[in-house]
């Protein structure tokens, strides 16, 4: 009877916890099973490690050879677990020395002729791994991605056979090093918007203190032209940052880019997606639309004709920054600290006051109804774009140019770091009794806050959101307080025009 044990993770969220494979080869009619809560892929495993070991050159043992990725309860699924058991047969069977799968962690889908393939959810397994204190074993074309964890210790192996070399201490798999610096693909720049100096301004407003926007107003005006733009000129991610977006993106159906790496998500889903596209779901859950724009931008043109019951999921993350998702069988937690951007028509055919326009009072109260009065109330800055001027679409004379991103960039980083020095935190996160400490106004400012909230019809969601896009404007002043200009101004952002004509 011999017993071999090789470690493992699985990929629960974005969680990898550790899977102890156990491997029990004992005399019998030769057999294999595999037990452990197992989906389809890797109950097919065992046939392909057993053409993966004969294909190597290896004796597949004619004995009775028992499985089992422990925990029980724990659902696995995928390729990943292809390499460590067939490391665990090799070893159970005493082709390979058990004492060398101490310290290691192994992850990896093996082709039928033992070439090592790639698996989704590496970031999250490297990080486990690192903080387990032992190296990971993976497939060299996942070796990349792992090295961007800088602490950890991760070796990229393109073979079955390199990996048994290795663990024989025959020829040594090189440590994967830290990736050079990786080349994002360029945002677009805002210099390219003629014009819009109001929906510019705000645009700039929303970076510095990450507020949620809604432009709105008839077709052509650059309202997706303008929020294309806000990641050109956000703050650089964070490591932290960095490595939470990429992990979200290492488990989604697309995987991880390394081009993406401190690159700030924009996302732009149809207007036909699903609630579940937007905030994740499925029988194993996979983050959806709203994780995939953690510490990036979730951009939804045409809001209106997003389907009601989708825009209203968001309501959750919007406020928590994180979406759960429960399923008969386990519950995932997904990360969703996203910039909202959204743009809408003012009306059916977009052209609400024209001589062209025949929409009805009717047709733009429904049109305008699609979008509820909660998920309005939760958006920080509503602004009207009006048509761009004529004279804006001729080339640029005596080469005249609009403001590039990086001069609204380098605004945008010293309100940050003004708010950074202040709070630790941007404006947008400030909580009620921060507020209290930091949006102090005068005792007119008040009672101008007081009587715009009263004529508005605001909430008091409102009242404590516009204290907030105050501070960020004062903060791009570079004022210590919270002027009269600063709140006024604050207070114009939540006048979007209701009427029907």
Same mark, same amino acid.
């Given at each position: ?19 102890? $494979?156990?491997?029990?080869?004992? +005399? ?22 057993? =053409? ?12 009775? $050879? ?27 069977? +005493? ?36 903080? !387990? ?18 602490? !950890? ?54 970076? !510095? ?23 050109? $000129? ?85 406020? =928590? ?8 069988? +386990?519950? =995932? ?45 939760? $958006? ?51 909580? +009620? ?45 570079? =004022? ?22």
């Amino acid at each position: 009877m011999s017993i071999a044990t090789v470690n493992s993770r699985a990929i629960i969220g974005v969680d990898a916890p550790l899977v102890t $494979i156990e491997v029990h080869i004992s +005399n019998g009619l030769p057999s294999l099973s595999i037990v452990g809560m197992l989906e389809t892929a890797v109950k097919e495993s065992k046939d392909r490690v057993r =053409s993966a070991l004969l294909n190597s050159q290896f004796n597949f043992p004619q004995q009775r $050879i028992t499985i089992n990725l422990a925990p029980a309860d724990l659902p696995k699924e995928g390729g990943r677990f292809d390499l460590p058991i067939a490391l665990g047969i090799l070893a159970a069977s +005493n082709q390979l020395p058990i004492s060398s799968l101490v310290d290691k962690e192994f992850i990896g889908e093996l082709g039928l002729t033992g070439e090592l393939r790639a698996v989704r959810g590496v970031l999250p397994t490297i990080l486990a791994t690192s903080r !387990a204190k032992r190296e990971l074993i993976l497939p060299a074309d996942n070796a990349k991605e792992a090295s961007l964890i800088e602490d !950890a210790v991760s070796l990229g192996a393109s073979h079955l056979l390199d990996v048994c070399a290795h663990l024989a201490g025959q020829k040594r798999l090189d440590i994967t090093k830290v990736s050079e610096q990786v080349e994002g693909i360029p945002y677009p720049d805002l210099e390219d918007v003629r014009g819009q100096a109001h929906a510019r301004r705000a645009l700039e407003i929303a970076a !510095a203190g990450s507020h949620s926007l809604l432009f709105s107003g008839p077709p052509g005006t650059g309202k997706t032209m303008l929020a294309s733009r806000l990641p050109s $000129i956000l703050a650089d991610m964070t490591e932290s940052e960095a490595v939470e977006t990429a992990t979200v993106h290492s488990i989604s159906a697309q995987g991880f880019k390394l081009k993406q790496w401190r690159q700030r998500p924009f996302r732009s889903p149809h207007h036909t997606a699903s609630a579940v596209a937007m905030v994740g779901g499925g029988s194993q859950p996979r983050p959806g639309e709203v994780s995939l724009a953690h510490h990036g931008v979730l951009f939804l043109d045409e809001l209106p004709e997003f389907d009601r019951k989708v825009l209203e999921v968001l309501r959750e993350p919007i406020e =928590s920054g994180k979406i759960t998702i429960s399923r008969a069988a +386990n519950q =995932s937690e997904f990360p969703a600290r996203f910039q909202l951007v959204t743009a809408m028509n003012p009306c059916p055919c977009g052209y609400l006051g024209e001589v062209r326009c025949h929409c009805t009072e009717d047709q733009v109260r429904r049109y305008r109804a699609k979008v509820s009065g909660p998920l309005m109330d939760r $958006i920080d800055m509503l602004l009207e774009v009006p048509p761009v001027a004529k004279s804006m679409l001729r080339p640029a004379q005596n080469g005249e140019k609009e403001e590039s991103s990086a001069t609204v960039r380098a605004r945008v980083l010293r309100a940050r770091s003004i708010q950074i020095k202040r709070a630790g935190k941007a404006n947008y996160l400030l909580e +009620n009794k921060e507020l209290e400490v930091h949006c102090k106004l005068s005792e007119s400012n008040y009672q101008l806050l007081e009587t715009a909230i009263s004529r508005l019809g605001l909430s008091a969601r409102a009242y404590h959101r516009i204290l907030k896009v105050a501070r960020t404007i004062a903060d791009l002043a570079e =004022s210590k307080h919270i002027e009269t200009a600063h709140l006024s101004e604050a207070i114009g952002y939540r006048r979007l025009d209701t009427r029907t004509h």
